[in-house]
């Protein structure tokens, strides 16, 4: 069974900083890239970051360059975003991504508030 357990969303003040984790079970996690995406209320997710199986690519929305990284460690199975710099427009639910063979895994969001 596939799962993908996100945490570390929480209450941050601006200028903050939080990271957030994203456990993956049940698929060779290695061979997936691996996305960070957030969604607002009525809006469409927004992709923020995505890191490659082997981690050799990775890539971010231009409105996070520069404040947040993801990272993965293979041998435990586990993908971050550290977010640094928040601003209160990145207030949203943070969801982890995984695509393998052209499937595609959700796992459930963790809230992220940015506010004094």
């Known amino acids: 069974q596939v799962q993908l357990v996100e945490s570390g969303g929480g209450l941050v003040q601006p200028g903050g900083s939080l990271r957030l984790s994203c456990a993956a079970s049940?698929?060779?996690?290695?061979?997936?890239?691996m996305f960070w995406y957030r969604q607002d209320p009525g809006k469409e997710r927004e992709l923020v970051a995505f890191?490659?199986?082997?981690?050799?690519?990775?890539d971010y929305a231009d409105s996070v360059k520069g404040r947040f990284t993801i990272s993965r460690d293979n041998a435990k199975n586990m993908v971050w975003l550290q977010m640094n710099s928040l601003k209160a427009e990145d207030t949203s639910v943070y969801y982890c991504?995984?695509?393998?063979?052209?499937?595609?895994?959700w796992g459930q969001g963790t809230q992220v508030t940015v506010s004094s």
């Open positions: 890191i490659t199986g082997s981690g050799g690519t990775i």
């Open positions: 991504k995984a695509i393998r063979f052209a499937k595609t895994y």
């Open positions: 049940g698929f060779t996690f290695s061979g997936a890239t």
